[in-house]
């Protein structure tokens, strides 16, 4: 065998190796629960960090899914999502409601595929909480959730006697 065909079969294996390193990267990445949530412009903050220091290894009993994202985090075969590192929402025409001292936004326009989404209000960063409608226990849910992103500053309230 020659030096010619030699580093044809180099590169052809090179080749090959590649195609399976990035087959298997997209069936992992088609195989998460937070596939298709998109990184908040935030994402990177220390508050979002401290945050994810907390998350939950449960959420209404569902376990807390394997999410390599900073600034993301799911429950329940993504049930529920979480996305930290959202710019904080201007005054909102929209419904609110507060759990344990959170005020979240009910974005109704945002509702899709089924599912609710709330943004917490007045605190920075934001963190948006996106709900399946099958989820059992949405009341639990927002009531960790609230515990979960109280310490973030807050500086407005959407709701009066805040």
């Not at 990184?39 to 449960?58: K, T, V």
């Not at 917490?120 to 609230?146: H, K, N």
């Not at 979960?148 to 500053?153: E, G, H, N, S």
């Amino acid at each position: 065998m020659g030096d010619r065909s030699r580093r044809r079969w180099a590169a052809t294996g090179v080749a090959v190796g590649g195609l399976l390193v990035a087959g298997v990267l997209v069936a992992r990445e088609l195989d998460s629960p937070v596939f298709g949530m998109r990184q908040g412009p935030l994402a990177r903050s220390p508050e979002c960090a401290r945050i994810a220091d907390r998350y939950p290894d449960r959420l209404a009993g569902d376990r807390r899914d394997r999410a390599g994202f900073e600034g993301l985090a799911a429950w329940g075969h993504g049930q529920v999502e979480l996305r930290c590192g959202l710019t904080p929402p201007a005054v909102q025409k929209d419904r609110c409601v507060a759990v344990n001292g959170v005020d979240w936004v009910l974005h109704e326009a945002g509702w899709r595929h089924g599912r609710k989404v709330l943004v917490t209000y007045g605190r920075s960063p934001a963190v948006e909480v996106s709900l399946a409608d099958s989820v059992r226990q949405p009341d639990t849910v927002l009531t960790e959730l609230s515990r979960l992103v109280a310490p973030l500053p807050q500086h407005d309230h959407c709701l009066d006697g805040g």
